[in-house]
């Protein structure tokens, strides 16, 4: 079974500072995409990771890929309160159809 | 250039009762996914139609739950005799078959709640 998970399940912090959240599984993904999520809305798609190694910055977040394609994290450099949500990391199934998501992170930023 | 639409959004209903979702896909997607959303929970898969076919079921998708995908277009999805643990958000998805890496565009997601 394909799991995946991600750490921390919360995280609140001020506004400037800088934090990493991670998404580990046991399962080889050949690609891991990263969602955000606001209360009542649906998940936005930021960004995807698909080799090994791989690093892609979006603005003040970075995201990187395992080298083994098991594992991914997300760095927010000088969080700010726009940045509260939950964020999703998810990988596709075996069967190359359906997305499997952690449980998310969820992010609070005080101003 | 429209994203993923669902109606309602709200939905409040009393158990026992039928209830039907919408999504309506970005235009130009062939693949449409089901998705349900519990608090605390990532979104799970529920089902997955390619064009007009559903292709995928997931063991959640118990046999009061029904989607369709008449014309390729526009998905309903619908549950019957509704119980206190159907309670969710419903998020509806859609893809490319010809894009790559499988990235999925979700719509607003409709939340039931059953008294």
């Known amino acids: 079974t394909q799991l995946l998970e991600q750490s921390p399940q919360f995280l609140s912090i001020q506004e400037g500072e800088n934090l990493t959240v991670y998404c580990n599984s046991s399962?080889?993904?050949?690609?891991l995409q990263w969602y955000r999520q606001e209360p009542g809305e649906g998940p936005v798609l930021l960004v995807t990771?698909?080799?090994?190694?791989e690093v892609k910055k979006l603005k003040r977040l970075t995201f990187q890929f395992g080298d083994a394609r098991k594992d991914s994290s997300l760095h927010i450099t000088a969080a700010q309160p726009g940045d509260t949500g939950l964020y999703l990391c998810?990988?596709?199934?075996?069967?190359?159809?359906?997305?499997?998501f952690g449980k998310g992170t969820t992010l609070s930023v005080s101003s | 250039d429209t994203g993923v639409s669902q109606n309602p959004r709200h939905k409040i209903t009393k158990r026992g009762q039928n209830v039907t979702f919408r999504c309506d896909p970005i235009?130009?997607?062939?693949?449409l996914y089901w998705y349900r959303q519990t608090l605390g929970q990532g979104p799970e898969f529920l089902t997955y139609f390619q064009n007009e076919a559903q292709l995928e079921k997931s063991r959640l998708l118990s046999d009061r739950f029904s989607a369709e995908r008449p014309k390729g277009s526009f998905s309903t999805l619908e549950i019957q005799r509704t119980e206190q643990g159907d309670s969710a958000m419903y998020l509806c998805?859609?893809?490319?078959?010809?894009?790559?890496?499988?990235?999925?565009?979700f719509g607003p997601g409709t939340r039931l709640t059953v008294l």
């Open positions: 998805a859609s893809s490319f078959t010809g894009g790559i890496y499988n990235e999925q565009f």
């Open positions: 990771v698909v080799t090994g190694g």
């Open positions: 399962s080889v993904f050949s690609s």
């Open positions: 235009s130009e997607h062939n693949r």
């Open positions: 998810a990988g596709t199934n075996q069967a190359g159809t359906a997305l499997i």
